[in-house]
């Protein structure tokens, strides 16, 4: 079922949505992909959410390279 949430646009906008989200509280979205990598690494192969997880982090990847390109418009913008 994973690959079709891959193909799932809203599936794919809720994740990028949570990055987001946090990023707008102010929270730092590289330690959350941190925190991310680091349950993968530590997570045991059998888990279930495993799969899911690294989803997440794929898509999270995704969304922290396009908030980045975001700031970086927005700071020359500024200058």
Do not use: C, G, Y
Request: proline share 4%; hydrophobic share 45%.
């Amino acid at each position: 079922m994973l690959w079709l949430k891959r193909w799932n646009f809203i599936e794919r906008a809720r994740l990028e949505r949570e990055l987001w989200d946090a990023f707008e509280a102010k929270q730092d979205p590289d330690a959350k992909l941190a925190e991310l990598q680091t349950w993968i690494d530590s997570a045991d192969p059998s888990d279930p959410s495993l799969a899911e997880q690294r989803f997440r982090l794929e898509v999270w990847t995704t969304t922290l390279t396009r908030i980045r390109k975001i700031e970086a418009m927005m700071e020359a913008k500024d200058r």
